[in-house]
């Protein structure tokens, strides 16, 4: 398995502000997400980190709102940019190593914006 | 278009006996399945998997289950304990692209 940490673990923010949420990961991994879990809701994924390469974002999320940077095998930031209240939720990063069998998460970042 | 579903909300079982969690989906090409519990303040625990080419996996106290034919998985966790009281979610994955889809979540309470 995969040690992962991430930066900050908790923040509470004004709107229209910027955070970026750090993700570490104790071994170089291909495959590097970023989800959100907002209140009461199930996760979703936001994108998939390249390493090198642009963010592959998924269906309702845009690079302009949710930057993403992967400089190398074991770390990527996830920014939440311009933020409002409807950004309140947790953000987590997952790596997977096994195409697809496992994948290890985060703890998580618990963002509330007011 | 719910790819991943979780049809029960909550569960509630005595300490001791089965729990028996559900997960349905619709898109046949998934890979793998794959079972995480969560607490509310942190991140999902992966549990156990199953591969598409399989029906049962086994791991201690937990083993999935997997009817391709009816799009159906199942987590059997015996003999269920008071710890094991989370929510845990049914994700499915393709080998491909890793990415996880998420079923809602079943909420279970082992009472003592």
């Known amino acids: 398995s995969a040690v992962i940490s991430q930066k900050p673990s908790r923040d509470i923010c004004q709107r229209g502000t910027s955070l970026t949420i750090q993700c570490q990961v104790d071994?170089?991994?291909?495959?590097m997400f970023w989800y959100r879990q907002q209140p009461g809701q199930s996760l979703t994924l936001i994108a998939t980190a390249n390493q090198g390469s642009e963010a592959t974002y998924e269906s309702g999320f845009v690079i302009d709102k949710f930057p993403i940077s992967r400089p190398n095998l074991t770390f990527s930031t996830l920014t939440v940019s311009n933020m409002s209240p409807e950004d309140s939720s947790i953000y987590l990063c997952?790596?997977?190593?096994?195409?697809?069998?496992?994948?290890?998460f985060g703890p998580g970042t618990r963002l509330l914006v007011l | 278009d719910q790819q991943v579903k979780q049809n029960s909300p909550s569960l509630s079982v005595q300490e001791g006996r089965i729990s028996i969690l559900n997960c349905d989906y619709t898109?046949?090409?998934?890979?793998?399945f794959l079972w995480y519990k969560k607490y509310p303040a942190e991140g999902p625990t992966f549990l156990i998997s199953?591969?598409?080419?399989?029906d049962k996996n086994e791991d201690g106290r937990f083993t999935v289950f997997l009817n391709k034919s009816a799009k159906h998985l199942s987590l059997h966790i015996v003999p269920s304990q008071p710890g094991d009281s989370a929510v845990y979610f049914c994700?499915?994955?393709?080998?491909?692209?890793?990415?996880?889809?998420f079923g809602q979540g079943t909420t279970l309470q082992v009472k003592p």
């Open positions: 199953i591969s598409s080419i399989k």
């Open positions: 071994s170089q991994v291909t495959m």
């Open positions: 994700a499915a994955s393709s080998s491909n692209t890793g990415k996880l889809i």
């Open positions: 898109n046949s090409m998934f890979d793998y």
């Open positions: 997952s790596v997977d190593t096994t195409l697809g069998e496992t994948q290890y």
